[in-house]
């Protein structure tokens, strides 16, 4: 078991910038993929970025690609997404979610999700 905690969510201005943090705890070792989801409401869930937890590739949705970047920091188990230039329609609940499989494609462990919401 992967256990997966979000933080970092909150309420800005257009503009601004945030950064989500996802600390994982148990079976780490196990992880081969944490990616960055997002639902917003009345929408469904849409990836937002990605990273090997190992060799550290990193992989973003294209609408994401030069205002988002995700990273790792192995020793404390967490990866980060900042966030920057945010838009209203950034607005959604972040989901942090790790994938253990490299064959297997969906993401096996997810966190409660973070609230960010972003103001015009």
């Known amino acids: 078991q992967v256990q997966l905690v979000e933080s970092g969510g909150g309420l800005v201005q257009a503009g601004d910038s945030l950064r989500l943090s996802c600390a994982a705890s148990?079976?780490?070792?196990?992880?081969?993929?944490m990616g960055w989801f997002r639902q917003a409401p009345g929408k469904e869930r849409e990836f937002v970025a990605a990273?090997?937890?190992?060799?550290?590739?990193?992989y973003y949705a294209n609408s994401m690609k030069g205002r988002f970047t995700i990273s790792r920091d192995n020793a404390k188990n967490t990866n980060y997404l900042q966030m920057n230039s945010l838009k209203p329609e950034d607005t959604a609940v972040y989901y942090c979610?790790?994938?253990?499989?490299?064959?297997?494609?969906?993401?096996?462990?997810w966190g409660q999700g973070t609230q960010v919401t972003v103001s015009s």
């Open positions: 990273i090997n937890w190992s060799g550290g590739n990193t």
């Open positions: 979610a790790a994938r253990t499989s490299i064959a297997i494609i969906q993401y096996n462990y």
């Open positions: 148990g079976r780490t070792f196990s992880v081969y993929r």
